[in-house]
């Protein structure tokens, strides 16, 4: 049985940086970040393979987000840093389940990132 | 990069009663890429339809999708209270990776 858990809310100050965690139960292929700004659509903010590490990110998020993993404890993480306000939004971790998928059937809980002064 | 429009932006209807939401892209997409998700208020999304036309895993037959090109359908057959909520669809091609169109949200009539 497949789990993606999420860690918990986040309020962070402007140019502060946010660190989101998705532990995963069960096979993942890749695992893809994506948020939801408050009543929304989603936007992808990339993939990270959780064997090998690789990475790749979203044009409009590079140089802004890092995406890790830590094996031993099957965990990814999601780093965004120089947080604006616009950044406020629920952040989702989602499995890929095979190469070439193209989806996502599996997803975590969510965290909600509030970035305010 | 490929665009996702939704419609119509809000459907009420009754229960019992066969939705039929729209997504059309502003390019030719791969079918292998179309998916369809649902939305509860307060949850993640859930995995309706993907390659266009297959229903994932435990996904009642009333849901269906369909399309092609740049037009995709989703038909809910009959619906059931549980399904009001909000369907997006999401699309992938190397240029712009993943986009997900701006939602339809399904009412109660």
């Known amino acids: 049985q497949v789990q993606l858990v999420q860690s918990g809310a986040e309020v962070k100050g402007p140019g502060a940086s946010v660190k989101v965690s998705c532990k995963a139960s069960?096979?993942?292929?890749?695992l893809h970040w994506m948020r939801q700004a408050p009543g929304q659509g989603f936007e992808w903010l990339g993939i990270i393979n959780p064997s090998s590490g690789d990475t790749i990110y979203a044009q409009k998020f590079q140089g802004r987000v890092t995406m890790t993993r830590d094996t031993s404890t099957s965990t990814v993480y999601m780093e965004l840093s120089s947080l604006r306000s616009e950044d406020t939004a629920v952040y989702y971790c989602a499995r890929e389940p095979a190469h070439g998928s193209l989806y996502f059937d599996y997803w975590g809980q969510g965290t909600l990132v509030t970035v305010s002064s | 990069e490929i665009v996702l429009t939704q419609s119509p932006g809000t459907l009420s209807l009754s229960p019992g009663e066969r939705a039929t939401l729209s997504c059309r892209a502003s390019q030719t997409v791969n079918t292998r890429s179309l998916a369809w998700y649902q939305q509860k208020a307060g949850q993640a999304p859930r995995l309706l339809i993907y390659a266009a036309s297959s229903r994932a895993t435990g996904i009642p037959d009333r849901f269906s999708g369909s399309g092609s090109g740049t037009d995709f359908t989703l038909t809910i057959s009959r619906l059931e209270p549980e399904d009001f909520a909000v369907y997006y669809c999401q699309q992938f091609d190397s240029s712009s990776m993943y986009t997900f169109g701006q939602g339809t949200k399904l009412e109660m009539k």
């Open positions: 069960g096979y993942t292929f890749n």
